[in-house]
């Protein structure tokens, strides 16, 4: 009997690790997949129940699929003459709405990373934080000169997820160098520390 329990707990310890990675990434799919379409397929279900089969009708995907053909034909667009000029008017107009400026500013910068292909960290460091005597992992993404003394920015990331944390200012005498790659450090966070370099 406890030869039983013992094998029914590992074999359900080890299904239960390769069912929940499976499972996060099939909702995270699905979610992405639904708010995607659900951009434009409401407004596209109504137009196409009302002039083209008289009844309430739902095509799934046709709004990931519009969505898709409008970012094409917007690259279109952004890569002639005329289309260049126009959006460059438009940048200009929603840079002068206040609320929408820094909204539209910070998309397109992080967009521009994206679209540059490179990573804003330069290298993985430990900086002594949030006291002094306690090493975090952090991303140097950065340096300034504020009155004659040269700083380092360092990112700090929150555990497991690297895209919130602490952009801090650092004397290059206070940051370590972690014997980790960019890589290996962001492993490091996002597994809560478990993956160990």
């Known amino acids: 009997m406890e030869n039983l329990v013992r094998h029914l707990k590992s074999k359900f310890i080890t299904g239960l690790f ?3 990675p499976v499972g996060i990434t099939l909702f995270i799919l699905k979610f992405l997949f639904n ?3 659900g951009i434009l397929g409401s407004y ?4 196409f129940s ?3 089969v ?5 095509v799934p995907g046709l709004g990931m699929l519009t969505g898709a053909i ?3 034909l917007s690259g279109i667009l952004a890569t002639n003459v005329m289309g260049t000029r126009l959006l460059k008017w438009w940048d200009e107009l929603l840079s002068r709405i206040p609320l929408v400026k820094s909204i539209y500013n910070s998309s397109k910068q992080l967009t521009q990373v994206f679209k540059e292909g490179k990573t804003s960290y330069r290298r993985a460091v430990f900086v002594e934080w949030p006291r002094v005597g306690v090493r975090a992992v952090g991303f140097v993404t950065g ?6 003394e040269r700083l380092v920015v360092v990112y700090v990331p929150t555990m497991p997820n690297p895209t919130s944390g602490f952009a801090l200012f650092f004397r290059e005498s206070e940051v370590y160098d972690s014997g980790m790659t960019v890589e290996e450090a962001v492993k490091f966070v996002v597994s809560g520390g ?3 370099h």
């Open 50 to 52: 009302n002039f083209v």
């Open 54 to 58: 008289h009844r309430e009708y739902h």
């Open 143 to 148: 340096e300034v000169e504020r009155d004659g």
């Open 194 to 196: 478990a993956v160990v």
């Open 18 to 20: 390769v069912v929940v």
């Open 70 to 72: 409008v970012i094409y």
């Open 35 to 37: 708010f995607a379409d």
């Open 44 to 47: 596209l279900d109504s137009i």
